[in-house]
């Protein structure tokens, strides 16, 4: 059963840091492009970050470039999301997603909160 289990959000000031992870089970993790969506209330999910097989390609939103790391741990089977300098806008449900060819699989979201 493939399962991806996203952690670590929660309520922060602006300006502070969060780190997000997802844990991945249940298929081979090295090889899906990995990536963080979010969806603000009454926003479209939109990509935030993605990460090649490898991890030597990463991409960033042009909203969270400089402030977001995205990284994998493909021995532990886990994505993380370091988050700095956050904003309100930042808010949303943050979810993990794994993509092998036209395989999908999404995680359940974790809230992440700025406040202002």
């Known amino acids: 059963q493939v399962q991806l289990v996203e952690s670590g959000g929660g309520l922060v000031q602006t300006g502070g840091s969060l780190r997000l992870s997802c844990a991945a089970s249940g298929f081979i993790f090295s090889r899906p492009v990995m990536s963080w969506y979010r969806q603000a209330p009454g926003k479209e999910r939109e990509l935030v970050a993605s990460?090649?097989?490898?991890?030597?390609?990463?991409n960033y939103a042009d909203s969270v470039k400089g402030r977001f790391t995205i990284s994998r741990d493909n021995a532990k089977n886990t994505v993380d999301l370091q988050m700095n300098s956050l904003k309100p806008e930042d808010t949303a449900v943050y979810y993990c997603k794994a993509t092998r060819g036209v395989t999908i699989y999404w995680g359940q979201g974790t809230q992440v909160t700025v406040s202002s």
């Open positions: 990460i090649s097989s490898t991890g030597g390609t990463k």
